[in-house]
């Protein structure tokens, strides 16, 4: 027979949260969960930006409240040398190569990283790997809706796992 946990009060480490946010940026709604399910992470193992996570701790369910994330807690700053020029010979002939388009770029190691087009030249296109919310300051309503302790796996691989997403 197992041992009855006794569900979590509050937000904390090896506690699953549910949480409902939306995400301001310069005044403008960039992220929300309003129009899908909350998001669902293991508190305490970085899966979201470290200054949300910190703000996060011992709330309660249906607990409301306001974080404003400096770019060292959120998306880092604006870094120069992540902006490089490539050859436009690079690029497959079926992508579309004007500024704003989002791109996935695979390192020499296998990993994959998104690029945004900044600007097209006559020979060169320039690839801003930075994250688009790098540098900015990050506005966040959240609501905690809902919270459980996490299973041995979930700890032991560090994020959650649920039947309808698998990692």
Request: net charge negative.
């Amino acid at each position: 027979m197992e041992n009855e946990q006794i569900p979590p009060q509050s937000v904390a480490d090896d506690v699953v949260v549910s949480l409902d946010y939306t995400l301001r940026v310069d005044g403008e709604v960039v992220d929300s969960s309003e129009d899908g399910a909350p998001i669902e992470f293991l508190q305490g193992y970085g899966n979201i930006i470290p200054g949300l996570e910190n703000a996060l701790y011992d709330m309660r369910i249906n607990e409301k409240k306001q974080v404003v994330i400096s770019p060292e807690d959120g998306y880092g700053e604006v870094d120069p040398d992540a902006v490089i020029e490539i050859s436009k010979e690079e690029f497959p002939p079926d992508i579309t190569l004007q500024p704003g388009v989002t791109l996935q770029v695979q390192d020499n190691e296998g990993n994959v990283m998104l690029a945004q087009i900044t600007d097209v030249g006559d020979e060169t296109v320039t690839l801003d790997f930075n994250h688009p919310l790098a540098g900015k300051e990050l506005h966040f309503n959240v609501t905690v809706v809902g919270l459980r302790a996490a299973n041995d796996e979930e700890i032991a691989h560090g994020h959650v796992h649920n039947s309808e997403h698998s990692h």
